[in-house]
């Protein structure tokens, strides 16, 4: 299956700071990313979709100025948590449809867990 | 009322047990459907991918769509403590920019 890599895995913020995720494809271009937020013991919930070349598309609820998407190039996609604060602490995926547009399935990656103190 | 329904579970079975994991949904449109499985504090894992209707094997792994009824299933046959994790169902009703939307996944626990 495609490969679909996140970085950081892990990291810790004071409050009021600013963090990047990095959502990469390694082996295959990527137009269409998906930025997701999960709670523990919780589902996906999808934040945004990324559309390389243009404005993310953010879903209901979700506050732009707040995660800021950039989606530069077909194999790179990040997501920027501006002034974090404890409420932003979460664990943050990304996932990206892999091979040719035929397909539907989506691969993640690992995973970044925010934590704001 | 949700557009995919899914049994948060626990589910707890003995090793070697076979594990039936089942999602209801109400948006016809759908035509992809996926099951993914996750580790704790992992990403998900893509483990079956379906297009349409029907049966796909992969392993001891095998997933079931009856659009008819709106109903997928995956089963686990000869179940492993590696097994132990969340699964989660996911369709789509197209590829791009069509949305994937997760079931909430259940949580499956296999004894040793």
């Known amino acids: 299956g495609a490969v679909v890599s996140q970085h950081p895995s892990w990291v810790i913020c004071k409050s009021g700071t600013s963090v990047k995720i990095e959502c990469r494809s390694l082996d295959f271009q990527a137009t269409t990313m998906f930025w997701y937020r999960q709670f523990p013991k919780q589902s996906l919930m999808l934040m945004a979709t990324?559309?390389?070349?243009?404005?993310?598309?953010?879903e209901q609820g979700v506050e732009k100025d707040k995660f800021l998407i950039n989606h530069a190039s077909l194999t790179l996609s990040t997501l920027t948590v501006t002034s974090a604060h404890p409420e932003d602490s979460s664990f943050y995926i990304c996932?990206?449809?892999?091979?040719?547009?035929?397909?539907?399935?989506?691969?993640f990656g690992e995973g970044s867990r925010l934590t704001v103190l | 009322q949700k557009e995919v329904e899914q049994d948060p579970g626990p589910l707890s079975v003995p090793e070697g047990a076979i594990v039936s994991l089942n999602c209801t949904y109400s948006?016809?449109?759908?035509?992809?459907f996926m099951w993914y499985r996750q580790y704790s504090r992992k990403g998900p894992e893509l483990l079956m991918y379906?297009?349409?209707?029907g049966n796909k094997e992969d392993g001891r792994f095998t997933a079931q769509v009856d659009k008819s009824s709106k109903y997928i299933s995956l089963f686990i046959r000869d179940s492993q403590p590696s097994d132990s994790a969340t699964y989660l169902c996911?369709?789509?009703?197209?590829?791009?920019?069509?949305?994937?939307?997760f079931g909430a996944g259940t949580r499956l626990f296999v004894k040793a």
């Open positions: 996911a369709m789509s009703a197209g590829t791009g920019g069509f949305k994937t939307i």
């Open positions: 379906t297009y349409s209707s």
């Open positions: 948006n016809s449109a759908f035509q992809y």
């Open positions: 990324s559309n390389e070349g243009s404005k993310a598309t953010y």
């Open positions: 996932s990206a449809r892999g091979g040719t547009s035929f397909t539907g399935e989506l691969f």
